[in-house]
């Protein structure tokens, strides 16, 4: 039953107008009375019971944007069960509410935890906790089986789709009634996530399609089998190749790749933006005899999911390194960038592009025999270990007897068991296209730990699920109507890369969204700023892909290059499941 209190009445009276809304005070919304008339009423979500008694709320103020907000916390059971889960929202003050909800993704395996990244956007924004704990921490890896051998499936379903979902389903009829606004009122609705994040946001746009208007998507973590495990694959190839590389070679290699192919797009500003010409025109066997030097180094790393107890993070040793490339360091590196192929020979999944660090590949000094080893990334181990075996560890203790057609069947067995829950790759996206959502999915192109073709995979199989009798051409004009990929040059997992810190990074995606969404500007690029070197404060103009960039005659230029653009392209035949 909706409880009604006179404060809240007056607030919703004052309301009955959007324009009388903008006069009333932060202060006198932000009541529990006026949050517990606002709950959606039992039985209109279907699913979902709001209970009144854990309304909070209460005036704060938002350090980053120095703003007040209204924090609210409410939860909610599944009908017919009893465990709680907690939502939380912040309510920017009605002057400047613009009626716009925004949800944030996390990372690794964590969901977001703050509800007020959408103030400067003058949007509510919400968090939840899933129901197992993720507003204080906990992340789904540490509650993902029950012992060993059981699947704890509530928390994968939740933190897969369910919880974000449902903070969205509950969050938007929350906002209309919070400010007074009528019933069928727009709410601009918004997502902005990457990498696990970015997986979350196609898992909300695969199923709530409704829900939503804009998403901005980074290097989405998703095709999780394939994804997880193939952070094991570059290990693999050091095993199977036996050779373990000492850091700096492989350092010295990457290097050597970007001095090589810098110049292919026209300009020398250490930054491969044809990591496609790279590939077709530079040969990694050139590097071979290059010297190398590193100084001794004690380096932090920190891990995958760095905040927790299975933290992933070492604390290395490296003595100094002097040497010269070798055949067989780059003998491994190019089977790294080759991807994984089963021993038949059939392609099972995609790698880095050439010019990508080798996170995944990096090796461990043993300073007792003075010999580089394996060193199991966390990323991949702790996901075979956990999430396929189902045993609670954090970390594979050995890939002795691992070979590529292992990876190939962890692969297989994770996409079937994750299938409807963490693969997050359904290719059909009607429903959102077809209630007005927009994407906009960007990729850096030297990503080492996301591989950018996995990006460029997924929009190939929207292309071809979503218009199926169109020629490849005809169905990218459509589709770029309304899903965009952007591929940014140079950059690494959802930020700048160190090694070619002279490459652009777009920093205003939600303003070009909210451009897109609210006046119907569709854009033809994305502004991308350089924040280092000697080309320090240019806005490069990224391209859509399959459109690639080229230094012409003092400017950027978006080129077609249909050979530049295959090498994007995979298929996966090592799997009789269609890989989407
Ligand atoms: C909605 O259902 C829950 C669980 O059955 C109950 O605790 C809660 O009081 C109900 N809310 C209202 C407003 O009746
Ligand atoms: C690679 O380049 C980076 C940055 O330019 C530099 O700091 C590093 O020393 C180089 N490493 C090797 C092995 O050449
Ligand atoms: C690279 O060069 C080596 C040695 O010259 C040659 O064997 C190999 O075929 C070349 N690779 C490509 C892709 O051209
Ligand atoms: C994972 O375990 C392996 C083997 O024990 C170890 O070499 C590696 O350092 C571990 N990785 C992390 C990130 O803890
Ligand atoms: C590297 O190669 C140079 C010649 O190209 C040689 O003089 C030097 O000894 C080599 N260094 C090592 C560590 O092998
Ligand atoms: C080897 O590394 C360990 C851990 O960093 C350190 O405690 C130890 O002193 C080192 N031993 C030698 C011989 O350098
Ligand atoms: C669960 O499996 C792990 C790894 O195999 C093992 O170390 C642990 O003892 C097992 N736990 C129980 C309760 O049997
Ligand atoms: C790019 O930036 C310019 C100003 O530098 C601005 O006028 C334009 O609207 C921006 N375009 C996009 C797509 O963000």
Partial sequence: MRQYSRAAAAAVALAATAKATNTASLSSLCTVANVQAALPANGTLLGIDLLPSTVTAETSSDQQSGSDYCAVSVSYVHTGTTDEIVLNYGFPSPADFSNRFYVAGGFGYSLGTSSTG??????????????????????????????????????????????????????????????????????????????????????????????????????????????QVNHLFSSVVEQTLDYYPPTCEMEKIVNATIAGCDALDGRVDGVISRSDLCQLEFNLTSIIGESYYCAAETSASLGFNFNKRNDGSSVSTTPAQRGNVTAKGVEVAQKIYDGLFSSAGERAYLSYRIGAEFTDGETAYDNTTGTWGVDIPSTGGEFVGRFIELQDVDNLSTLEGVTYDTLIEWMNEAMVLYMDTLQTTLPDLTTFESTGGKIIHYHGESDPSVPTASSVHYWQSVARTMYPSLSTADALEKLKTWYQLYLVPGAAHCGRNTLQPDGPFPEDNMETMIQWIENGVQPAWLNATVDAGQYDGEVQQLCQFPKRPLWKNGAWECETDAEGAETFYYNFPAFKTPVF
């Fill in 118 to 227: 959408g103030l400067e956007y003058g949007a509510v924004g919400g968090a939840t906790d899933a129901g197992y704990g993720a507003l204080t921490g906990t992340t789904v890896d540490e509650v993902n089986i029950k012992g060993n051998g059981t699947i704890n499936w509530d928390p994968i379903f939740m933190f897969a789709y369910q919880a974000l979902g449902e903070l969205t389903t509950v969050g938007k009829p929350l906002t209309r009634a919070f400010y007074g606004l009528d019933s069928d009122a727009k709410i601009y609705t918004y997502y902005e996530g990457c990498s696990d994040g970015g997986r979350q946001g196609m898992s909300q746009i695969q199923r709530y399609g409704a829900e939503y208007d804009g998403a901005i998507i980074g290097a989405p973590a998703f095709r999780y089998g394939q994804q």
